[in-house]
């Protein structure tokens, strides 16, 4: 089923509810998007909207509700326990908070030993230390740290903890959940660079999850703008950034501190109230906020729609 040009992740129509006391939360609705080999995705967006979920439901950690996703042309919701465990091997997800994902009582080697030991990658003991060894050195852990504890390493150092677990399988793909998020400004610096080449060099595809939009300008090749559940807005990085055509997405990277005063764009305050995500009503969801909304904007949902190639918006106004 693989083809090299298509792309390698494609997901459609994805849907995740979950079931509250409420009523039935709608935290990703509807989201269709593809990523192409060895290219990023930047997924961005309010706190809430969605984006955690997104990634989560795709690797199948939570189950979806609806949808399709093709990884690499195979429909993974059909596979059964143990060809997605194999599966698994080549998708990978890498989390906000290295501390609290690290077993505080498991070494460094151990850890990064524990996906080859667990999926009988390497079963030979010294065979699975030198993979270790091999990976440590990739992502740049020094040989001394071998036999270390998370809780004797800086936050940089726990992150390249991190990301060497989720290499050791060998994977295509990457959930990158606020990876840089917990970290000192330098450090991310440090983490990202070590990302980009490590993309580089292994045709690694990321989905990069991340509410801070000056390092997804800088990492993701594109990007998609989510909101309450729905993704409102996808352009490649630099026309999301010259051409935001979407009043949410304008407000968003409104409020993103530009270095040339001259260049500052007005920041875009929103008011009104933010819509429950709980068993939401018809309409566009950004629509008690939006300052250009229209009766039709509250009584029906826009659609993702191509307005430029590669740019896609959900909103009546640029229709
Ligand atoms: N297991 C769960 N049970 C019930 N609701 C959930 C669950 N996981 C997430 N949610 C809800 O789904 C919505 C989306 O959450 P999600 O964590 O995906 O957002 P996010 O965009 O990653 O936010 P953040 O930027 O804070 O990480 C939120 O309303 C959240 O409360
Ligand atoms: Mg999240």
Redo the contacts with the bound molecule.
């Keep these: 089923m693989s083809n090299s040009s298509s792309p390698l992740l494609e997901v459609k129509n994805l849907k995740k509810y979950?079931k509250?006391p409420k009523g039935m939360?709608h935290?990703v609705d509807d989201v269709s998007f593809t990523i192409d080999r060895g290219r990023t995705l930047g997924v961005v967006?309010e706190?809430?909207?969605?984006?955690?979920?997104t990634g989560r439901a795709i690797l199948r950690i939570v189950e979806p509700t609806e949808g399709e996703i093709l990884f690499d042309g195979e429909d993974i919701r059909s596979l059964g326990k143990d060809q997605m465990r194999r599966m698994r091997t080549r998708m990978q997800i890498i989390f906000q908070d290295p501390f609290s994902s690290l077993n505080p009582r498991k070494t460094v080697s151990e850890t990064i030993a524990e996906p080859l030991k667990l999926n009988g990658i390497i079963t030979d003991k010294g065979k699975r230390m030198e993979r270790v060894a091999e990976i440590m050195e990739i992502v740049g852990l020094a040989e001394r740290l071998y036999n270390a504890y998370p809780h004797e390493l800086d936050g940089g150092r726990r992150q390249r903890i991190g990301i060497a677990r989720a290499l050791a399988l060998n994977p295509q793909f990457i959930v990158c959940d606020?990876p840089v998020s917990a970290l000192d400004v330098s450090i991310q610096a440090q983490i990202l660079n070590l990302m980009d080449e490590l993309q580089e060099k292994m045709g690694l595809t990321y989905m990069f999850i991340t509410?801070d939009l000056s390092v997804v300008h800088y990492f993701a090749d594109d990007i998609a703008v989510m909101y309450l559940g729905r993704l409102i807005e996808k352009a490649p990085a630099k026309e999301l950034f010259r051409n935001p055509v979407h009043p949410y997405t304008q407000a968003l990277l409104s409020a993103i501190p530009v270095p040339s005063i001259h260049n500052q764009r007005k920041r875009i305050l929103l008011k009104g109230e933010i819509t429950s995500?709980v068993d939401p009503k018809p309409g566009c969801r950004f629509a008690s906020r939006c300052p250009y909304a229209s009766s039709r904007c509250h009584s029906e949902e826009p659609q993702l729609k191509e307005i430029a190639p590669g740019h896609f918006n959900a909103c009546f106004l640029n229709e």
């Design positions: 979950f509250t939360l935290a967006g706190s809430g909207c969605g984006k955690s979920t606020e509410h995500p």
